[in-house]
């Protein structure tokens, strides 16, 4: 079975249906044809065979052309029969169970390649992955000019059909990415020859925006491509969230008021908040204005970093924080990097924003 699919993990790079049609269902061949591929191959981890039929988990690990160091990973389940002459036949190939879909898994791919970005989509026209494209391609060198660390300068986007697309591809429920316009996927801490990361993008959201929100969520989700290397368990949301949206709305000429209206909102009333926010503030299934005041408030807080320490100390306080690596050490994490970095506490840092959120809508 091993051998099966190794022959057929070479028809699929070779692009030869013939092969790829001699070991079994050639369901998915051609849906597969536009993608730019590196590497494919599968691993057989188990097989349960009864009589003629088998089914076997497998874990199939492929590398995009020009943007993956490392092997995506995916879990998959192939089912297989045993034909009349002995041999072996591959009848099905899905995603194992809670694992997430495969673009070519909900149909044939597009693919659009711009200067920095390869933008893969389904159920969607060449001319809506171009503009994909271009937006990514403004993005790279706005995040590149805020980051000052390595990074890859490139970035993956994925552009489902539909938000349950967008949930197929994540392997969860859509109710949890409904109102959210993209997500990015990856590893924090992630190594050099970790896969890409892949901003994922909910149509049904992302085309209520205008032209800069538009702009500013693939900014956004570029970052969080840019920082990976240097995010940890140790990184709280408020930081990785709050510089993302920093990223995206730098240079816009958006007013505090523009990009925190939730939060403005609150303050306005006289609900100051009491601390930064929590992660479990950060969660897609709540209240969607508490949702946006969490985003706002890291906003505003990175914000308050760059205007009165400048973007340079912001960027270092960010792998100052994620130099530590594990999720117990965050406390000390940021308290060791506010002292390090910014000269002052979290204590007397929460003070000041706080203080600067009066000033500013109060």
């Known amino acids: 079975m091993q051998r099966l699919l190794d022959r057929r993990a070479e028809a699929v790079l070779a692009r030869d249906a013939d092969a790829y049609a001699a070991t079994g269902t050639r369901s998915g061949f051609d849906r597969l044809s536009a993608v730019p591929l590196a590497d494919w191959e599968y691993d057989v981890r188990d097989v349960d065979r009864r009589g003629d039929t088998a089914t076997a988990d497998v874990e199939l690990r492929y590398r995009l052309d020009g943007h993956d160091p490392g092997p995506v990973a995916a879990a998959r389940t192939v089912e297989l029969s045993r034909t009349r002459d002995g041999h072996w036949s591959v009848a099905a190939d899905r995603p194992a169970r809670r694992s997430g879909q495969q673009p070519w898994d909900q149909g044939r791919v597009r693919v659009v390649r711009g200067e920095h970005s390869l933008v893969l989509g389904v159920g969607q026209s060449t001319g809506v992955l171009r503009r994909f494209a271009e937006l990514a391609d403004r993005a790279v060198p706005a995040v590149s000019d805020a980051w000052d660390a390595d990074w890859s300068r490139r970035v993956v986007v994925y552009v489902p059909a539909s938000l349950e697309g967008m949930a197929g591809l994540l392997g969860s429920p859509a109710s949890s990415y409904r109102g959210i316009a993209a997500v990015t996927t990856g590893e924090t801490g992630g190594a050099g020859d970790a896969p890409a990361d892949r901003v994922i993008v909910n149509p049904d959201a992302y085309g209520l925006l205008g032209t800069v929100g538009k702009q500013v969520v693939l900014t956004h989700e570029t970052t969080h491509?840019?920082?990976?290397?240097?995010?940890?368990?140790?990184?709280?949301?408020?930081?990785?969230?709050?510089?993302?949206?920093?990223v995206g709305y730098r240079g816009t000429g958006r007013t505090p008021r523009q990009a925190a209206p939730e939060l403005a909102r609150a303050v306005t009333d006289g609900r100051v908040p009491e601390n930064l926010p929590t992660d479990d503030e950060f969660g897609f299934t709540g209240d969607a204005a508490e949702l946006a005041r969490a985003y706002e408030a890291g906003w505003t807080a990175c914000r308050l970093i760059a205007d009165r320490w400048g973007e340079d100390r912001l960027a270092r306080f960010y792998r100052a924080v994620g130099a530590h690596r594990e999720r117990e050490q965050r406390e000390r994490a940021v308290e060791e990097a506010m002292a390090e970095v910014l000269g002052t506490t979290p204590e007397e840092f929460t003070a000041r924003w706080r203080d600067e959120l009066r000033a500013e809508f109060g």
């Open 225 to 246: 491509v840019a920082t990976r290397a240097h995010t940890s368990p140790a990184t709280p949301l408020w930081l990785s969230e709050g510089y993302a949206d920093w």
